[in-house]
C-alpha cells in the first residue's frame, strides 16, 4: 500500500529557504503572497489493511520523519 | 573521571575533543554508534560533525543509532552528558533536551569565533567559570538557530537551564550579537537536572593558546572539580 507524507513547516516557523524562493519569485514577475517549503516522501507499505498500514506510517512520521516541534505533516493514500 | 565519546559516520569533531579531554586529563575511550553497551562513563559527549550527512534533519538519524538507547538509560541514570553542535542537533532528536535547531537565519553556515556569556555558573559544567563571564569561542554551524515553544522557553527561565547567550565583546546580549536567529541569544541549553547540556559553540576548540584561546578549558575543569 502506498501513501504520500508531506511535511511542512508549522505556520509560525520562521522558513529562511521559502523567503529566499518567494523573492525570487517575485523578482522574475510572479507576484506572490507567501510560500513555504517543505518535504515530501513515498512510502510503500507492507500491509494490507489500510487502517494498519495508516497507522504505521502515522507511527514513523512521529518517530523519525518529522520534528512535531517544528513541523506538520499529511498523510494521503496514493 | 572517564569519559565516552560516540563516533557517528560523518562525525568530525570526535578527534578535537578526544584531545581536549585527554588533555584535561579524562580517561577517554571512543565509541563506534553500532556499539550496544557503554563503557562505564561519568561523561558522555556527543561530538561535533555532520553524521549521516545531515540527511532528512541535522541530528535525526544519529539519533536513533544502536548506542543512543544506552547514552539514553544513562542519561536518565544521572551521567553527565555533553552535546557539541551536531551533538547538541542529536540531543534535541532523541528528546533528551527540548526544543530543536532550526537552519540559520540568514541561510549561511557560519565559521567564527564569537561571544558567549556565561548565564548560570552552577552546574556541573560551568562552576569554573564566573557568572556573565564573557567567552571568545569557535561557532560553525549551518544549523544552530535555536527554537523552542513557550512553555519550554518559560521552563528554561525559571529553572535557570539556559547555559549561555550570544553576546557581544561587552556582553551585550542583543540582535546585533545574534549570529545565527537564536531565540533570546540561546547558544546553550541544560535539562532540568542539569546532567545534559547541548551546546553549539565548541568548547573543546579553545583549550590551547597555540592554536586559539583557553576559554574553553574550564568548561572541562568544571566537570573534573
Keep these: 500500500m502506498k501513501f504520500s507524507i508531506t511535511v511542512t513547516l508549522k505556520k509560525d516557523v520562521l522558513d529562511p529557504q521559502g523567503k529566499v524562493v518567494q523573492n525570487t519569485l517575485n523578482n522574475i514577475g510572479f507576484n506572490l503572497k507567501s ?5 515530501y516522501f513515498e512510502v510503500v507499505v507492507d500491509e494490507k489493511d489500510q487502517k494498519k498500514a495508516e497507522k504505521k506510517v502515522d507511527e514513523m512520521c512521529k518517530k523519525l520523519l518529522v520534528n512535531l516541534i517544528i513541523e506538520d505533516y499529511k498523510i494521503n493514500k496514493l | 573521571m572517564k569519559s565516552s565519546v560516540i563516533v557517528f559516520p560523518g ?3 570526535d578527534r578535537d575533543i578526544a584531545v ?6 579524562f580517561k577517554n575511550q571512543m565509541v563506534w554508534h553500532k556499539e550496544t553497551r557503554l563503557p562505564k562513563s561519568d561523561l558522555i559527549v556527543l561530538p561535533g560533525g555532520f553524521s549521516y550527512g545531515d540527511y532528512l534533519r541535522s541530528g535525526a538519524i544519529a539519533g536513533k543509532s544502536l548506542i543512543i538507547d544506552e547514552v539514553i538509560r544513562a542519561a536518565n541514570d544521572g ?5 557539541i553542535c551536531n551533538g547538541f542537533q542529536i540531543l534535541t532528536e532523541t528528546g533528551l533536551l527540548k526544543g530543536t535547531l532550526l537552519r540559520n537565519k540568514n541561510l549561511k553556515f557560519i565559521n ?3 561571544r558567549i556569556k556565561v548565564m548560570n555558573n552552577e552546574t556541573k559544567f560551568s562552576n569554573k567559570y564566573k557568572k556573565d563571564e564573557v567567552l571568545k569561542i569557535n561557532i560553525a554551524h549551518n544549523e544552530g538557530n535555536f527554537f523552542t515553544d513557550d512553555n519550554h522557553l518559560k521552563e528554561l527561565k525559571e529553572n535557570n537551564l539556559i547555559s549561555f547567550k550570544y553576546c557581544d565583546e561587552k556582553g551585550n546580549v542583543d540582535d546585533q550579537s545574534n549570529p545565527n536567529g537564536s531565540l533570546e541569544n540561546i547558544a546553550g541549553i541544560y535539562n532540568l537536572k542539569k546532567n545534559i547540556l547541548g551546546m553549539m559553540p565548541h568548547p573543546e576548540r579553545m583549550v590551547d593558546k597555540l592554536i586559539s584561546n583557553t576559554d574553553g578549558v574550564n568548561l572541562f575543569s568544571s566537570l573534573l572539580n
Design chain 2, 20 to 25: 581536549a579531554l585527554e588533555k584535561m586529563q
Design chain 2, 79 to 83: 551521567c553527565l552528558v555533553l552535546g
Design chain 2, 11 to 13: 562525525s568530525n569533531c
Design chain 1, 35 to 39: 510560500i513555504r517549503q517543505g518535504k
Design chain 2, 112 to 114: 567564527k569565533n564569537v
